[in-house]
Nanobody, 124 residues
Framework: QVQLVESGGGLVQAGGSLRLSCAASGRTFSIYHLGWFRQAPGKEREFVAAISWSGGRTYYTDSVKGRFTISRDTAKNTVYLQMTSLKPEDTAVYYC?????????????????WGQGTQVTVSS
């Protein structure tokens, strides 16, 4: 089992920045990739960004490219999502997820473990 705990959410004005953190514990040696998803009220959970745990290859959805940066610190078993130039449409609950095997990292099916989520609210 892998446990994931997100932190760093909050309220920010449009154009501002936030950094989300996701600390992994448990059988972290089994992690192949880590991702961030988000879910706005009344909408489906959507992919935001992902990173391979060993090689650091990154993936982003088009709407956040150039604004968000995913990174990881393997020594701390932590993945980060640096969010800049935030927009009101970025408002959502952000979830961290971990996948154990080689699967498409841009889909929810690619993940085995999920965190509880952290709220990000961007005011206009």
């Amino acid at each position: 089992q892998v446990q994931l705990v997100e932190s760093g959410g909050g309220l920010v004005q449009a154009g501002g920045s936030l950094r989300l953190s996701c600390a992994a514990s448990g059988r972290t040696f089994s992690i192949y990739h880590l991702g961030w998803f988000r879910q706005a009220p009344g909408k489906e959970r959507e992919f935001v960004a992902a990173i391979s745990w060993s090689g650091g290859r990154t993936y982003y959805t088009d709407s956040v490219k150039g604004r968000f940066t995913i990174s990881r610190d393997t020594a701390k078993n932590t993945v980060y999502l640096q969010m800049t130039s935030l927009k009101p449409e970025d408002t959502a609950v952000y979830y961290c997820a971990a996948g154990r095997v080689v699967r498409e990292p841009r889909g929810k099916d690619g993940y085995d473990y999920w965190g509880q989520g952290t709220q990000v609210t961007v005011s206009s």
